[in-house]
Every structure is written in structure tokens, then in C-alpha cells.
């Protein structure tokens, strides 16, 4: 019997893709174990392609205008902070005081005060926000009321300047009242960036420390951080970047680079910059680091800093749009972008995918039981999506924990439905892994938008584990259960649904993971299927 010649090289086809697919089966824990290998090494490798910070945003135009924060100005900051620390109990009537002498409009609630600059050469469209938590130190808000007091008497500003006194609650509160149409308070334009500073007690300082950690892995735009560290080395301020400072500047890259996934994994959320960046605002911190001994530069050298700081963001025609949102930096000049540190989660990934097609051809499935299979996926990823939208949209946790609870159920219905009653107990061990393999890279992928750090080392302790544990890879769920409580922990005191002091001992505060819900959802699921 003579083929068509199409028919020919359909069956080709089929042919060639059995005899792949019986190769990848026959050689999948040695090719599972050459992946896992691989991606680890492409871990370890990620510092050696890291490459030289560069500015993407030409407008800014950074330190190319000398800065003209005075010593007069100086003193008058220094006279605010006589007023502000004389009577420790009328410190928010004072700053609000000096604010309106100054000329801002002023508005004040229990946890934050602000007043707002209307720049004269615009039609207040955009706003910058200049903020110091109360806290921290005097200095800080004195800084802030003395550089208010300088915006003033200068007329190259074309957008209006908020300077906000308050905490990260405060700075929270202040976002939703300013951005709310309920509330009737003192406005300027559109909040294009934040930045916030951070004085430690003490004269002397060591250097200043760039702060763009933010919570669930937030970070600023690159540009932001490049702006931060070209204007401090103008202004003669011995500035790094966030985890880094000289002694770090001697160790390995390597070394530098898991050092600065361990701090972006404990995920801080307490800190002024966080609420703005929680609302895709821009933001860093300018911390004050104090120093042993003698200072390191001048006491003109911080709001100098600032000033040229403000001056090119001024100088932006929009928000910032051109540079990097994922990256990792090593140090001031140095950084891995998203194209890189991409490629070994891919890598790690693969490994579970080619052990979900060994399990999958292991045990023989019928149609029906692979619909079921393939449809607890689907509900699982769309579950992940549902939660996300959500969660950008700010639906209250329990309607999140609504949505775990639904697609868990229907998960489970989905797979049971669908199995054949007979010889269940050996189906439930493979479908049990091959679901699990195909779901931790959905969820592990979910969890890479949230926190980079967290995904990394998820996938690098969970990969092994489930190659070369198999069907015992229940163990994984106690890791994932480990990693979870390290969210839990601090949404559950956020939420004011249990009490701190009866968890204080469980889990250190510092520890947390920024994805509670589909971490949750991801637990539950593997222990019903």
C-alpha cells in the first residue's frame, strides 16, 4: 500500500517524537540530575555576567547643577531642630507650626503631617515627596523642614514638593488619604517618586546607605538608585547601596551576591519607602550610617545631596520607565539584570517538567485520568492568577483565602473525579508527584514576581529534593510548610488577628515571605491531592 507523502511525514513525526519522548523516559534521572547540577552552577555563576549600572533616562540630567544648600541654610535647619526637640511633647504642633511659617499648606492627622510646596512653574500635575519618619530621629525632620524652608526661595521647580513627616503606618495612611476622593486635604500633582531620609543619632557619619528593599521584593526604578549614588559622590558623601559598605567592597562577588539574596528574602516592610513602593511609586531611603570616629564629609554634604537629588528628579518629564525593575545589584556600579538571573530558575524548572513526563509515561493513564490531571492544573494556575489580581487590586485576605479554599476543593474534586476506581493506590503515588512537579514550577514562577531571592532559593532546595526523593517527597511539603510560617507569622500580627507577644517566640519577626497565599495555597493543594 503506497502512503501519501504527507501521511509519510506525519507518521515521521510521530515516530520521531515516541522515540524522544522514550529516551527522555528511559534517561530522566540522569538528565533531571544533569539540570539540577547545571542550574546550581548557573547560580554560582550569575556574579561573573554581572554588568556596569548606566543611566537609561538621559533627562535627569544628574549633579549636572551645582548645588546652593548654604551654611545660612544650615543654621536655620539647626534652629528647627532647637524648636522640635525643646519640648518633646508639642513636637507635632511644633513641626506643623514651622511648616505653615515657612508657606506650605499643612494637614495633619494621629499618624502623619505633610505639607505641600506648589512649584511656581507648573500646573501641578506631578509631585515629588520629601519624608523623614518621627522615630528615627530629630535630625531627620529637621533636615526635611530645612530644605523645605530652601524649596521655597528657589523657582526652578516644576513640580510640587510634599514633605511628610511620618512612619511607614503614617506614610500608608497619608497614600490612602491623598490618593482617596473621599478625604478633603491640601493637594499637589500626581506622586512621581519618594524619598525618604533616615538621620541616626550622633554627629558623625560614616557614609550614607541607599535603601531599596522593598515589601514582596519591590524595588525602584534602576535609574533611582543610579541618580542616589552619582549625587552623593557630588556632594562629596561617601554613598553604597543597600547591604554593602567598605568592608563588604573587599569580599568575593559571589559573596556579595548571596549575601544580598539573604536580605532580600527577609523582605523588611517597616520602613517609609515600602507603603510607596507597595503602590508602584518609586521610592528609596537615604540612611545616615554613624561613624566611630571622625565623620567622613561634612554636615552640608547630606542636604546637598538631597538637593541634587530632587533637581533631577525635577528634571524628569515622566515617571521612570526606561531603566530595569527586576535586578539584582552587587554593589554601586554593578548589577545582574533580569535576562540573566533568569536562566537558572529556567534551568531548575526544566528538571521538574522532565520528571513530570517520566512519571507521566511510568504509569499508564487513561484519557480520562490525564483530563483530570491536566484540569487540577489549569484551576491551579488560575487560582494563582485570581489571587494576584487581587492582591494588586488590594481584596482583603479573606477573600484571597476564599479563593484558596475554592480552587483547592475544585483541584480535588477534578482529580478524583476523573481517576478510575481500580488500582487507585498506585495511581495516587505518581499522579501525587507528577501534579507536584508540574505545579511548583507554576507557583515557583508566581513566587519570582513577588520576591527573586525567595524563588531562588525555593528552587534550589525544592529542585533536588523532588528529582531524587520522588514519591517521598512529602518532605517537601514541611520545607514548603517551614517557608510558608515565615509568611504567616508576620500577616497574621499585620492583619492585629493574633497577638505578638503569644507568637514572639516562634519565628524570628525579620523573617518573611512574600507570598502567604499562594505559598498557602500551594501546601494545601500538594497534602488534598
Known amino acids: 500500500m503506497l502512503w501519501p507523502r504527507s501521511a509519510e511525514k506525519e507518521y515521521s513525526r510521530i515516530q520521531t517524537r515516541r522515540r524522544v519522548i522514550a529516551t527522555v523516559v528511559k534517561r530522566a534521572r540522569l538528565l533531571c540530575g544533569l539540570l539540577v547540577v547545571l542550574g546550581i552552577a548557573a547560580i554560582v555563576a550569575l556574579p561573573q555576567v554581572a554588568q556596569k549600572t548606566y543611566f537609561s533616562e538621559n533627562s535627569l540630567l544628574t549633579a549636572s ?10 543654621k536655620q535647619q539647626n534652629a528647627f531642630l532647637d524648636r522640635i526637640t525643646k519640648d518633646s511633647s508639642a513636637f507635632r504642633d511644633e513641626v506643623q507650626t514651622i511648616m505653615e511659617e515657612i508657606g506650605l499648606e499643612t494637614h495633619r492627622t494621629n499618624t502623619y503631617i505633610y505639607g505641600v510646596h506648589h512649584a511656581p512653574r507648573s500646573d501641578g500635575v506631578e509631585a515629588i515627596v520629601l519624608s523623614s519618619p518621627i522615630t528615627s530621629s530629630e535630625k531627620g525632620v529637621a533636615l526635611v523642614l530645612g530644605l ?45 517618586a519618594n524619598l525618604n531620609i533616615v538621620m541616626t543619632t550622633g554627629t558623625n557619619f560614616s557614609h550614607i546607605s541607599v535603601l531599596h528593599h522593598g515589601y514582596l521584593g519591590r524595588q525602584p526604578n534602576l535609574d533611582f538608585i543610579n541618580v542616589a549614588v552619582h549625587t552623593g559622590a557630588a556632594a562629596g558623601a561617601t554613598t553604597f547601596v543597600e547591604g554593602v559598605d567598605k568592608k563588604t567592597g573587599n569580599h568575593s562577588k559571589l559573596w556579595r551576591f548571596l549575601k544580598g539574596q539573604a536580605t532580600m528574602s527577609r523582605d523588611e516592610h517597616d520602613r517609609v519607602h515600602d507603603a510607596f513602593l507597595m503602590r508602584n511609586i518609586d521610592a528609596i531611603s537615604l540612611k545616615a550610617i554613624p561613624a566611630k570616629k571622625g565623620s567622613s564629609f561634612s554636615k552640608l554634604s547630606v542636604p546637598q545631596d538631597i538637593e541634587m537629588i530632587l533637581r533631577s528628579l525635577n528634571n524628569l518629564l515622566e515617571k521612570f520607565h ?36 517520566r512519571l507521566y509515561n511510568t504509569v499508564e493513564f487513561t484519557a480520562q485520568e490525564a483530563l483530570g490531571a491536566g484540569l487540577a492544573i489549569v484551576i491551579f494556575a488560575v487560582g494563582l492568577g485570581l489571587i ?21 476543593l475544585l483541584q480535588f474534586l477534578a482529580q478524583r473525579f476523573f481517576q478510575q476506581e481500580h488500582n487507585r493506590t498506585t495511581k495516587d503515588k505518581a499522579a501525587m508527584d ?24 525555593s528552587s534550589a532546595i525544592l529542585a533536588p529534593m523532588q528529582v531524587f526523593l520522588g514519591h517521598k517527597s512529602r518532605l517537601m511539603v514541611l520545607s ?25 517566640n516562634m519565628l524570628p519577626p525579620s523573617l518573611s515571605l512574600p507570598s502567604v497565599v499562594p505559598a498557602t495555597f500551594l501546601a494545601v493543594s500538594y497534602v488534598a491531592l
Request: proline share 4%; hydrophobic share 55%.
Open 65 to 74: 547643577a551645582k548645588a546652593i544648600y548654604s551654611k545660612d541654610d544650615l
Open 434 to 457: 507528577m501534579m507536584l512537579s508540574l505545579v511548583l514550577p507554576i507557583a515557583l514562577g508566581h513566587l519570582m514576581i513577588q520576591n527573586y531571592s525567595i524563588s531562588l532559593i
Open 480 to 504: 514548603m510548610w517551614i517557608l510558608t510560617c515565615t509568611v504567616i507569622y508576620p500577616e497574621l500580627l499585620k492583619s492585629g488577628l493574633l497577638d505578638e507577644s503569644v507568637l514572639e
Open 148 to 192: 523645605a524652608r530652601f524649596a521655597t526661595h528657589q523657582r526652578y521647580w516644576a513640580k510640587d514638593i510634599i514633605f511628610l513627616v511620618a512612619d511607614n503606618q503614617g506614610a500608608q495612611d497619608f497614600l490612602a488619604d491623598y490618593m482617596g476622593p473621599a478625604v478633603r486635604l491640601p493637594r499637589g500633582g500626581l506622586i512621581q
Open 388 to 408: 494576584e489580581i487581587f492582591r494588586a487590586a488590594y481584596v482583603p485576605d479573606w477573600v484571597q483565602l476564599v479563593v484558596i479554599a475554592v480552587a483547592t
Open 322 to 357: 526606561q531603566s530595569f525593575f527586576f535586578y539584582v545589584l552587587l554593589d554601586n556600579r554593578t548589577f545582574i539584570s533580569i535576562a540573566n538571573f533568569m536562566i537558572p530558575l529556567f534551568i531548575l524548572w526544566g528538571a521538574f517538567v522532565v520528571d513530570s513526563v
